[in-house]
C-alpha cells in the first residue's frame, strides 16, 4: 500500500511524463483540426493566418468626432495583407455582433480553381457568418502581383459606421514577407468615407429625400450619393507621411462606399504603372479619377525638399471637399537620425492642378466638356496579360446589353434590365448557389436577375445608364479588357433622367466592330459608367461559377443594383468539398433576403411619363409594394 508521502513523490515524478503526454495530445488534435481546416488540396509553399473578431464599439476618431463603429479587432485602420503568388492565405472571421450576418470579400480576386466558394457573397458563394458563429476563408493566391482589398459583402448593416475593411497587396512569388501600410519605396493610400450618420441610418433618409444632396461634379451632376461628410486616408483624418528624395510606389485605394475622389499631389505630376491589381504601361497625368472599389498605382519622383499636399477630393469644380494628406520631403542624414518633428503640418505652399488644364485620368464627361480628361480604354494598356481576342479566334463574341436605372423619390430602386427585358429590383438567392444543395425552385427570389453564360466563350457587357450620376460597376471572378468609356451624347437629361441612348449614337464604332476589337486593352475588375452613358467590357468565360456583377456604391448595391453572372452549369462549379464550418442557411436575419417583397412597381401618376416607373416594373422592397397590399 503506497502511503500519502510515497504518492507525492510518484505524482512529482510523474508530472513530467503526463504533462508530455498532454501537450502531445494537444498538438494531435491541433494537427487531426487542420487537416479538416486546411485540406490536401490547398497545399503552398507559405500559409499567411489571420484571426478577424469582428465588432462594434465606440470611438474617438481622429478629428474627434465619436462614433459607433463596426471594426475588426477593434481597430479603426483595417488590416494590411500581404501575400506573394501562391501562398496560402487563411482568415478566420469570428461575428461578434448581435444583429447581422458577415461575410467577407477579396476584392479583385478572381477566385480560380474552385476557389468560388470562399468569395464572400451572401446567396452565392455562402450563406450569412450568424452572430456568435465564424467561418475560415482559406484558398491559395493564383492572382497576378498588385493592389487589391479586403471588405464586407452582406448587405447592409443595421447600425454602426463600416470599418470592416482594408489593403489586400499580392507580391511575386517567393517575396519577403511584409506587414503594415509601408514597406521600402512602396506606400497604401487607404481611402474610406463615413456617411454622416450610418448607412443603416442615412439609407431610409435617401428613400425619403432627407439626405443633404452632393455637391455638384464638374458637369453640375451629383458628385456622390448624399452630400458629403469627412473621410478618412489609412485611418486618420490627415496623416503625414516621411520621405526622402526619390521615386516612390503609391498604391491607391477607394476604399468607401459613397464618393469618386480625385487623387493628385501637389506640384508632381504620376505615373500610372497599374490599374485593379494589372500592371499596365506607364501612363503620365496631373490627376487620377479613383472610384470606389478602383485601385491605381502610381510613381511620384519627389526630388526637392518641402512639404505637399496629397489631395483627394471629391470630384467638383471648387474641389473644396475630400481628404488631405501631407507628405513631408526630407533631407536623407534628417530622416535617418530620426529627428523629425511631430506636429501636424500644414504645407508651406500648395499648388494644385487647375481642374480646367490639368490631364485627369479616368473621367469622362459630356463629349462638349473642356476637361483634358481620357478615359481607362483611352489611355490604359496591359503591360503583362496578353489580350482575349486574337486574329487565330473564329467564334464572333457573345453580346449582352444591360442598362441600370434609378427611380427618384418617394420610391426610390435601382433597377437593371437584361437584353431589353423588364426594369428589375435584383434580389440574391435565399441560399448559397454554388452549393450542391441548392435548388432553384426553391431557394431563388422571383426577381433574382440570372444571367447564363457558356463556359470558355468570349462574352461582351455592353452597359448603358440613364441615371444623371456616374457608377462604378464591380464584376466577381473575371478581370475585363475595358473596350470602351463613353460619355452621354445629350447635354441635359430633363427631370434628372438621361436618355436611354441608342448603341448606335452611343458608342464610337458599331458594338459588333467593338466586340471584335483586337489589341492590348487594359483589365479591370471596376469600371465607371458615366451619367447618361456607356462602357462596353469584355471576358472570356474560363472561370465556372456564380459571380456577382453590381454598382459598388453602398446604397445601390444594396437597393437592388446588380445581377448574377452564371458561368457554367453546376456540375461545372459545385465545389468538391464542403468546408466544415460552412454558414448554415438557417440563419433567419434580415441578411437572408428571407424579408424582400414582390410585386409589379408602381406607377405613380404624379410623375411625369418619362420617370414614371411602368406597371411592367418589378420591384423587390416592402416600401415598393405597399399598393399590392392596400
Given at each position: 500500500?503506497?502511503n500519502?508521502f ?11 511524463i503526463?504533462?508530455c503526454l498532454?501537450?502531445?495530445t494537444?498538438v ?19 500559409v499567411h493566418?489571420?484571426?478577424?473578431d469582428i465588432?462594434r464599439?465606440i470611438?474617438v476618431?481622429?478629428?474627434?468626432r465619436?462614433l ?5 479587432n477593434?481597430?479603426?485602420r483595417?488590416?494590411?495583407i ?14 461578434l ?11 479583385g480576386?478572381?477566385?480560380r480553381n474552385?476557389a468560388?466558394?470562399?468569395d464572400?457573397?451572401v446567396?452565392?458563394s455562402?450563406?450569412a ?10 484558398f ?5 502581383p ?6 464586407g459583402h ?13 489593403p ?7 517575396s ?24 443603416g441610418?442615412d439609407h431610409?433618409?435617401a428613400?425619403g ?5 452632393a455637391?455638384p461634379?464638374?458637369?453640375g451632376?451629383?458628385?456622390?450619393a448624399?452630400?458629403w ?6 485611418g486618420?483624418?490627415q ?7 526619390g521615386v ?13 475622389y ?9 505615373t500610372?504603372?497599374a490599374a485593379?491589381g494589372s500592371?499596365?504601361?506607364?501612363y503620365?497625368?496631373?490627376i487620377?479619377?479613383?472610384?470606389t ?11 526637392t ?7 483627394a ?7 473644396e ?19 523629425i518633428d511631430?506636429t501636424?503640418?500644414t504645407?508651406?505652399?500648395s499648388?494644385?492642378?487647375p481642374?480646367e488644364?490639368a490631364?485627369i485620368?479616368?473621367?469622362?464627361g459630356?463629349?462638349d466638356t473642356?476637361y ?8 490604359l494598356q ?10 487565330e479566334?473564329e467564334?464572333?463574341p ?6 441600370f436605372?434609378f ?7 435601382h433597377?437593371?434590365s437584361?437584353?431589353?427585358g ?19 425552385e ?18 461582351v457587357?455592353?452597359?448603358r445608364s440613364v441615371?444623371a450620376?456616374?457608377?462604378p ?7 475585363f479588357?475595358v473596350?470602351e468609356?463613353?460619355?452621354r ?15 448606335e449614337?452611343l ?8 466586340a471584335a ?22 471576358i ?7 459571380w456577382f ?10 437597393d437592388?443594383?446588380?445581377f448574377?453572372?452564371?458561368a ?7 465545389p468538391?468539398?464542403?468546408?466544415p464550418?460552412i454558414p448554415s442557411c438557417d ?5 437572408q433576403?428571407?424579408q424582400?417583397a414582390?410585386?409589379?412597381c408602381?406607377a ?12 411592367s416594373?418589378?420591384?423587390s422592397r416592402?416600401?415598393l409594394c405597399?399598393?399590392v397590399?392596400l
Amino acid at each position: 500500500m503506497v502511503n500519502q508521502f510515497e504518492f507525492a513523490a510518484l505524482k512529482k515524478r510523474a508530472f513530467p511524463i503526463v504533462a508530455c503526454l498532454c501537450l502531445l495530445t494537444a498538438v494531435i488534435v491541433l494537427a487531426i483540426t487542420l487537416s479538416k481546416v486546411l485540406p490536401e488540396h490547398m497545399d503552398g509553399p507559405r500559409v499567411h493566418f489571420h484571426h478577424f473578431d469582428i465588432g462594434r464599439d465606440i470611438q474617438v476618431m481622429d478629428g474627434g468626432r465619436t462614433l459607433v463603429v463596426n471594426t475588426v479587432n477593434g481597430e479603426v485602420r483595417g488590416k494590411a495583407i500581404h501575400v506573394s503568388v501562391g501562398d496560402r492565405l487563411a482568415v478566420k472571421v469570428t461575428n461578434l455582433l448581435s444583429d447581422h450576418g458577415l461575410s467577407l470579400h477579396w476584392h479583385g480576386f478572381e477566385m480560380r480553381n474552385g476557389a468560388g466558394e470562399y468569395d464572400g457573397v451572401v446567396g452565392l458563394s455562402q450563406c450569412a457568418v450568424a452572430p456568435g458563429e465564424s467561418f475560415l476563408y482559406q484558398f491559395v493566391v493564383l492572382e497576378e502581383p498588385g493592389t487589391y482589398w479586403w471588405h464586407g459583402h452582406s448587405d447592409m448593416i443595421p447600425s454602426g459606421h463600416d470599418l470592416i475593411k482594408g489593403p489586400l497587396i499580392v507580391h511575386p512569388p517567393g517575396s519577403p514577407i511584409r506587414e503594415g501600410y509601408r514597406w521600402e519605396n512602396e506606400i497604401i493610400l487607404f481611402y474610406q468615407d463615413l456617411y454622416p450618420n450610418y448607412m443603416g441610418y442615412d439609407h431610409p433618409h435617401a428613400m425619403g429625400g432627407l439626405n443633404v444632396p452632393a455637391q455638384p461634379d464638374l458637369e453640375g451632376f451629383h458628385s456622390g450619393a448624399i452630400g458629403w461628410t469627412e473621410g478618412m486616408l489609412n485611418g486618420e483624418a490627415q496623416p503625414t507621411f516621411n520621405v526622402t528624395p526619390g521615386v516612390y510606389r503609391l498604391r491607391v485605394i477607394n476604399g468607401g462606399g459613397l464618393f469618386a475622389y480625385l487623387f493628385s499631389v501637389d506640384s508632381h505630376v504620376m505615373t500610372v504603372v497599374a490599374a485593379d491589381g494589372s500592371e499596365t504601361h506607364p501612363y503620365e497625368t496631373d490627376i487620377v479619377q479613383v472610384t470606389t472599389g478602383e485601385r491605381f498605382d502610381v510613381m511620384v519622383n519627389f526630388t526637392t525638399v518641402g512639404a505637399y499636399w496629397v489631395r483627394a477630393m471629391t470630384p467638383s469644380r471648387a474641389q473644396e471637399k475630400g481628404i488631405l494628406g501631407v507628405f513631408r520631403v526630407l533631407p536623407l542624414d534628417t530622416y535617418n537620425n530620426g529627428d523629425i518633428d511631430s506636429t501636424p503640418l500644414t504645407p508651406q505652399y500648395s499648388n494644385p492642378w487647375p481642374i480646367e488644364t490639368a490631364r485627369i485620368l479616368n473621367y469622362v464627361g459630356h463629349e462638349d466638356t473642356t476637361y483634358n480628361a481620357n478615359s481607362v480604354a483611352e489611355a490604359l494598356q496591359s503591360s503583362v496579360k496578353p489580350p482575349i481576342l486574337t486574329e487565330e479566334d473564329e467564334e464572333e463574341p457573345i453580346i449582352h446589353v444591360v442598362d441600370f436605372m434609378f427611380q427618384f423619390i418617394p420610391q426610390y430602386a435601382h433597377l437593371w434590365s437584361i437584353d431589353g427585358g423588364n426594369w428589375t429590383q435584383h434580389v440574391q438567392p435565399y441560399t448559397a448557389m454554388i452549393q450542391p444543395e441548392f435548388n432553384p425552385e426553391t431557394d431563388l427570389h422571383p426577381h433574382s436577375l440570372i444571367l447564363p453564360v457558356p463556359l470558355n466563350k468570349t462574352v461582351v457587357f455592353v452597359i448603358r445608364s440613364v441615371t444623371a450620376f456616374p457608377h462604378p460597376v464591380h464584376m466577381h471572378g473575371h478581370k475585363f479588357e475595358v473596350l470602351e468609356v463613353a460619355p452621354r451624347v445629350r447635354a441635359e437629361c430633363p427631370e434628372g433622367r438621361c436618355d436611354l441612348e441608342p448603341l448606335e449614337t452611343l458608342f464610337s464604332k458599331p458594338i459588333s466592330e467593338l466586340a471584335a476589337g483586337l489589341g492590348r486593352r487594359v483589365f479591370k475588375d471596376t469600371v465607371i459608367v458615366p451619367a447618361g452613358g456607356g462602357a462596353v467590357i469584355r471576358i472570356r468565360t474560363d472561370n465556372p461559377g456564380v459571380w456577382f456583377f453590381h454598382c459598388h456604391l453602398d446604397q445601390h448595391m444594396e437597393d437592388g443594383q446588380g445581377f448574377v453572372i452564371q458561368a457554367g452549369s453546376p456540375t461545372d462549379y459545385n465545389p468538391s468539398h464542403t468546408p466544415p464550418d460552412i454558414p448554415s442557411c438557417d440563419y433567419t436575419g434580415r441578411v437572408q433576403h428571407l424579408q424582400y417583397a414582390v410585386c409589379n412597381c408602381y406607377a405613380n401618376p404624379e410623375q411625369s411619363e418619362r420617370v414614371r416607373m411602368r406597371e411592367s416594373d418589378r420591384c423587390s422592397r416592402p416600401h415598393l409594394c405597399r399598393h399590392v397590399e392596400l
